[in-house]
């Protein structure tokens, strides 16, 4: 059975029946896609679990606010409070201007989606919107008709900004370590030359953090010290033959050694947009790439 919440008009024909459920699904539904939109045009990677734990917390917050009595937490200000705490739940790690940048990535996605509905409504009903505050429908101007024209219009526009376009310096870098992968964006670096001193194979440099999902707990630890000496647990593990030290000259002349390993698959989006398996080495840092989170490995120029 649906639970139904009954939103009443002026007169006993004008009663309108809301199924919560449905309500509930179409906004998860809703919610789910917007986040989704929105790491897409940022360049940044949402978790599946956070994603749905931010869309589900906004359609239980869309089903009760549009309950009887409860009008007032619809109102606008509470709403984009609303949206920016899904935008903070399901990207928790994201701080200063590239926060603010992402709330209006998602702010933007809304606007986009908001206008092609009401575009969709002055077609259908021409040029009438319906009003959820008091029940009835209203003439529209002309001019918030072309508005939502307009956004929907932009939609293609953000789609071909967000995408991995031939020439961008950004790339899609897949990892494959024992049955489990990872999916990167990852910057084409033409200043990294480093290669592994025992195969010569170019190596890919990625954030020991991007690499939780997919490494032991063991290897985990051995990327996280300072790796001068192989833990029992990991002296044991298949993966200790895979581990490599690669020797680095950074700008300034700093030198050092960068701890690495060799990945079962490694698989690079291509300049003409085709992905095909290559030999590479994945240098391990354990300090973020990119302080805004856009990117997550430096890619060897060789691999493209």
Known sequence: ?????????????????????VLFLVNFTANYLLLRATARLSRRRARQGRVILSAFGGALYATFALA???DPLYAWPL??????????VAFPDVRGMALYLLF????????????????????????????LTDQVWSPT????????????AATPLLLALSSQKPG???????????????????????????RDPLSGLPVIVVDLDSLKGILSGETIDFFSSKWDSLGENLALDPMARRLRLIPYCGI???????????????LVSKKTGLRAPIDAVVGV????????????????????
């Open 285 to 304: 840092s354990w300090k973020r790439l990119s302080p805004s989170g856009a990117y997550q490995a430096l890619v060897h120029p060789d691999l493209v």
């Open 68 to 70: 009887p009595g409860l």
């Open 141 to 152: 101007p002309w001019w918030m008709a072309l508005a939502g024209l307009l956004m929907a």
């Open 104 to 131: 209006l990535s998602f702010y933007l996605c809304c606007m986009v989606a908001a206008g092609t509905a009401m575009a969709f409504l002055a077609l259908v009903h021409g040029l009438r919107s319906y009003s």
């Open 79 to 88: 709403r984009l409070i609303a949206g920016a705490l899904m935008v903070l």
């Open 252 to 266: 300034s002349g700093k030198r050092g050694v960068l701890p690495g390993f060799i990945p079962d698959k490694v």
């Open 168 to 194: 961008s310096p950004f790339l899609q870098v897949e990892l494959e370590v024992d049955g489990k992968s990872v999916t990167l964006i990852g910057l084409l670096d033409t200043g990294n030359d480093l």
């Open 1 to 21: 059975m649906s639970g139904i919440v009954i939103i009443p008009g002026e007169g006993l024909d004008m009663t309108r029946y809301v199924y919560a459920d």
